[in-house]
């Protein structure tokens, strides 16, 4: 079967020519990703050897997916993260080593080669480690989220020859692999820290065990970034309860399940639920190349799916387009 997480465009010619094209390209693209994920599996430069800690970190996480992948019902065979494709480096290497990469939170992940890159901590910064032993556990459930949601990627034949290979989708997060544009980077990053925190909550005796995590920890699991994206979630998650007279935990798994299984359909209830255009402006948040640079127009986002009442809704609306179209002109 062909895979269906390669979307190949830019192929031209009569559909028989074009599908056996299409499926050169697909083994192809298969081909590179696997050669990269192999070569990943070797240690980076400046990488430190892991700790028992930061193994023990990655079976933890390992085991709180098996278990939140069968929780939502969602079909998996495999390890979800083999301890190899993690790489812990000191916190100025990570910097140096990855200068053009933004962190997320506490490293960042690769959907290409499948690398998680995490920041780590030397004997030096032990009062540092203590105080961020669960922190550090936490980016890692993070990271490995977005590493095993849904993925998808776009192969596009440029003037017949060149072959340009980007991600398409990694989770609900929507990209040009030509432009870099995005989609739903916001409500994604709120999906997935959503998943963290029930995933990791789900765990606390363990975590108190084996992590001596406190009970003020336990208390604020997933809340150390993305507070607003998480708002986001839930007041989308009260009004989709409501629309479709269901419990809040229905309309919640189906969102944190959407992010694993790639189905999206249901965001459709967005736009029936607060008027037309609303879903474009979901996928507007936090979603500009700068997020800073548009921190105002995410907070009337924000805003605008926080209010119960039409009229104040329809005045936010008007106040993010002027925003807008403001910078159209600019
Ligand atoms: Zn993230």
């Known amino acids: 079967m062909e ?6 465009s830019g192929v ?29 599996l070797h240690p980076f430069e400046g990488e430190v050897e892991k700790t028992e800690k930061q193994l023990a970190y990655i079976d933890a996480v390992e085991r709180y997916l098996q278990k939140t992948f069968k929780i939502l019902n969602i079909p998996h065979e495999g390890r979800f ?50 105080k961020t032993e669960i922190r550090d556990l936490e980016n890692l459930a993070h990271e490995s989220i977005h590493l095993v949601s849904h993925s ?45 925190r029930l995933s990791l909550i789900n765990e606390a005796e363990e975590l108190k065990r084996q992590f001596n995590a406190t009970d003020k920890q336990i208390e604020n699991l997933g809340y150390d970034a993305y507070i607003q994206n998480q708002m986001l979630v839930y007041a989308l998650v009260g009004k989709i309860a409501e629309y479709r007279k269901e419990s809040p935990v229905r309309a919640l798994s189906r969102i944190i399940r959407g992010q694993f299984t790639g189905e999206m ?11 037309n255009g609303s ?21 009337l986002i924000l805003a605008y799916f926080q209010s119960d009442d039409q009229e104040e809704r329809d005045d936010l609306k008007k106040k993010i387009d002027d925003i807008e179209s403001k910078k159209e002109i600019n």
């Not at 895979?3 to 190949?8: E, L, R, S, T």
Request: a negative charge.
């Open 152 to 196: 998808k990627f776009q192969a596009n034949l440029v003037s017949g020859t060149k072959l340009n290979i980007g991600n398409y989708r990694t989770g609900y997060l929507v990209q040009s692999p030509e432009s870099g544009e995005m989609k739903f980077n916001g409500f994604n990053e709120g999906v997935v820290c959503i998943t963290e």
């Open 3 to 8: 895979n269906p997480k390669i979307i190949v």
């Open 279 to 299: 879903l474009d402006l979901l996928a507007k948040y936090q979603s500009s190349k700068d997020p800073r640079m548009n921190r105002d127009r995410d907070d």
């Open 265 to 275: 359909m249901h965001l459709r209830d967005v736009d029936d639920i607060y008027g």
């Open 12 to 40: 031209t010619g009569d559909t028989s020519v074009k599908e056996e094209m299409k499926s050169a390209i697909r083994s192809r693209v298969e081909k590179t990703l696997n050669t990269m994920r192999e070569e990943k």
């Open 81 to 130: 993260i083999d301890p190899d494709q993690v790489h812990y480096f000191p916190k100025d290497i990570l910097e140096k080593n990855f200068s053009d990469i933004t962190c997320d939170v506490g490293g960042f992940f690769s959907t290409a080669d499948r690398a998680l890159c995490m920041k780590s901590y030397d004997d030096s910064e032990k009062e540092e480690l203590n």
